[in-house]
């Protein structure tokens, strides 16, 4: 017997005024992006004021919104119908951390942080930032109160769960031990401090100067300490970031497409958000396959065809059966990767968005791809 | 030594990128099959921690150790390793600074945590340079241990930035012993035994994410290597079928008195409304495959090789994997 699940309804969420972030996660190529941005649009014609924040979006994509330049300001979409607005942003995550520092800091200890060799490495390749940043960026663009629905995807990273453990992970970083023997001479007025400390710190300092090098070991002393006495905390906003997932306007859309390691991330997804108590509104399936005749199976497709091959007749009949029977068996594989999901997970609504010949290039594609999520 | 004559002759380090949902793992399993076969030894490296291989070949998550986990045809071996970037930091300090008793306590002070998250490139330094010491790595009587090596490596959109160590640890170490190290790794990734695979689908996103990323390759100077096309379906359809449907002329008739011959349908209704959703069938797959020949003329505009790999009806198993070993073969790609 077929499994069925709890329909996922879309416009429910989108219409609710108490939803005020919807944050689209699943692993690498299956649709994050663009489902953000169909649920945007779709959202922004339904009269709510709406701001898309998109990490890294495929060219088209962006054309399609309209976004040319990568400016870490929200621009507005042209084009969209009725009531309400959509802007749209792609995060940049050196501009974003920059933009931190420069607001906290006094124009001196700014330019300090900001020229430090360290700080330009970190900011613009270490992947976390980028996960730090896009979730800094989110609680921005809450606390501006500018709109009433933020859409955001998550970066593309190692593993889908990136995003929830990095700020964390930066965080520790900041906050931690480590830092703090590293700064500890810049602390004790600039002279070698190590051997003040104890002689676990002694040999870890030594081993850091050993392998890092000393120049590189006082670039990131000379960073931990100005940003230090920026803002503390960055554990701290680490959390607030992590409360305002967990609070009820927020809503976790899965996205994956019906295929077994996208079916897995998803598993794993939907199971860590429980855990850490972050609202899932559900799961969208993209790109699945069906068939306009599905009562005509695969296995009488094949016979059939068959039939007609061994009697020599209607080539263009059985060559169309064959087609039909090979989409049958890619629609059956699909459904049992979904019924995995649905096994373990039988409370979770899905959404269905069936596989498109072409990419979307306007909005009209991103309408299109919006009322299929609804319907 | 085969006899043979492949593509990539010459090559000891095949490393293999792919965006994410095209295969790159199942690609990368696939071609150490390949170049194992015919009794060669080939390490698969996996260095991003999901355990993809282990879930490609269906076992266990696989440890920090190089262990056999297939037999290729005709003999041969594949190894597999996947590459915890902790563990690999500690044997590195180890081998070159002897400072292996450190290791605990640099764990305990989040030396460890901080080289391998934080710091940035020194985890993809720490994982490309293990791979780099398989590659040359020699037993007592002087050979290679390793015919070849395979690395699942990172997304197209992060690989030119992974490869290229030596300027991902410029913040951190200008000179000085990551730098050194970092420029010997690089200079294993960068030489002509090394070759970077693309994945991609015939589809639009993966197509032009290749080519960036072949683009970006060669202005980073690292050596492009071909582009397995993963989930290839076949036409199937005879072109004028294909250039009708195109052109809203199918044959209706003709296919719904095939399947009435077949014995599928009794009413002429009911014929005809299958043949009905049965040419709406046809009318989409005659849209796609327009639309692959197009991006399949994309990808040649990258000028390097290409193979063609099919799509598995039943998934990805074992079996499957052998399959794609063949093709691999049979295109001259290994």
Not at chain 1, 362 to 374: F, K, P, S, V, W
Request: charged share 25%.
């Amino acid at each position: 017997m077929t499994k069925t699940a709890p329909v996922l309804d879309i416009d429910a969420i989108l219409d609710d005024e108490n939803t005020r972030i919807i944050v689209c996660c699943g692993s690498g190529g299956v649709g994050k992006t663009t489902t953000a941005a169909a649920l945007g649009l779709r959202a922004a014609e339904r009269g709510r004021s709406v701001v898309v924040l998109t990490v890294d979006p495929a060219k088209r994509l962006a054309q399609a919104m309209g976004l040319t330049e990568l400016d870490n300001v929200p621009r507005r979409v042209k084009g969209v119908g009725s009531q309400g607005e959509l802007h749209a942003m792609m995060l940049d995550m050196k501009r974003t951390f920059d933009e931190i520092i420069e607001a906290h800091a006094d124009p001196e200890r700014a330019r300090q942080i900001l020229t430090n060799p360290f700080y330009q490495s970190l900011s613009s390749s270490f992947s976390g930032t980028q996960e730090y940043m896009a979730m800094e960026k989110l609680g921005q663009l809450r606390r501006s109160g500018d709109w009433d629905l933020i859409i955001v995807d998550t970066p593309p990273s190692r593993s889908a769960l990136d995003f929830l453990d990095a700020p964390e992970r930066l965080g520790r970083f900041l906050d931690g031990r480590l830092i703090r023997i590293l700064m500890a001479p810049a602390k004790a007025g600039g002279r070698s401090a190590f051997k003040l400390l104890n002689a676990g710190f002694g040999i870890v300092a030594g081993a850091l100067t050993k392998v890092l090098g000393a120049q590189v070991l006082k670039d990131i002393q000379m960073f931990v300490s100005a940003l230090d006495a920026v803002f503390g905390g960055f554990r701290q906003r680490a959390e607030q970031t992590y409360k305002l997932l967990q609070a009820p306007g927020t809503a976790f859309v899965v996205v994956a497409t019906p295929e077994r390691d996208a079916i897995r991330e998803a598993s794993y997804f939907v199971e860590r958000l429980a855990e850490e108590r972050m609202p899932l509104a559900g799961l969208v399936i993209n790109r699945l396959h069906r068939s306009p005749a599905p009562a005509l199976s695969a296995a009488r497709s094949t016979a059939a065809a068959e039939d007609l091959e061994s009697r020599g007749e209607h080539e263009l009949a059985s060559a169309v059966l064959r087609l039909h029977a090979g989409r049958m068996q890619l629609a059956a594989r699909e459904q049992r990767e979904q019924e995995h999901f649905m096994s373990a997970h039988p409370t979770v609504p899905i959404a269905h968005v069936p596989a498109m010949a072409e990419d979307v290039h306007d909005l009209d594609g991103l309408r299109e791809i919006g009322d299929l999520l609804a319907s | 030594m085969s006899a043979r004559d492949t593509d990539w002759d010459g090559v000891r380090l095949h490393v293999v990128t792919g965006k994410g949902g095209t295969g790159k793992t199942t690609v990368a399993a696939a071609l150490a099959l390949a170049l194992a076969a015919g009794g060669r030894k080939v390490l698969l490296v996996e260095v991003e921690g999901r355990q993809g291989i282990a879930q490609v070949f269906d076992l266990p998550p696989l440890p920090y150790e190089e262990r056999k986990i297939a037999v290729a045809p005709g003999g041969g071996d594949v190894y597999a390793l996947a590459i915890d970037p902790e563990e690999a930091m500690l044997e590195y300090l180890e081998m070159f600074y002897g400072l292996k008793r450190m290791g605990k306590v640099l764990t305990r002070m989040g030396v460890v945590d901080f080289a391998t998250t934080i710091a940035p490139g020194l985890r993809d330094v720490l994982v490309t340079g293990k791979t780099s010491e398989a590659v040359r790595r020699r037993d007592r009587s002087g050979r290679r241990v390793y015919d070849a090596i395979v690395m699942d490596a990172p997304p197209t959109g992060r690989i030119t930035r992974f490869l290229n160590v030596t300027q991902e640890v410029a913040g951190l170490a200008r000179v000085g012993p990551v730098k050194n190290h970092a420029d010997l790794v690089r200079g294993v990734v960068a030489s002509p035994e090394t070759a970077v695979h693309f994945v991609s689908l015939l589809e639009e996103m993966p197509v032009q994410e290749t080519l960036d990323g072949v683009a970006e390759l060669h202005g980073a100077e690292l050596p492009v290597g071909g582009i397995f096309i993963n989930m290839v379906r076949p036409t199937g359809l005879p072109k004028d079928v294909l250039d009708s449907a195109l052109k809203k002329r199918f044959d209706h008739a003709e296919l719904a008195l095939g399947l009435k011959a077949a014995g599928l349908v009794g009413e002429s209704a009911d014929a005809s409304a299958i043949a009905q959703a049965l040419a709406e069938e046809v009318t989409e797959h005659a849209h796609r495959t327009r639309l692959e020949k197009r991006e399949r003329a994309s990808l040649a505009k990258a000028g390097t090789p290409r193979y063609e790999l099919p799509l598995l009806a039943d998934g990805t198993d074992l079996a499957g994997l052998y399959e794609l070993a063949e093709a691999i073969r049979a295109q001259g790609a290994a």
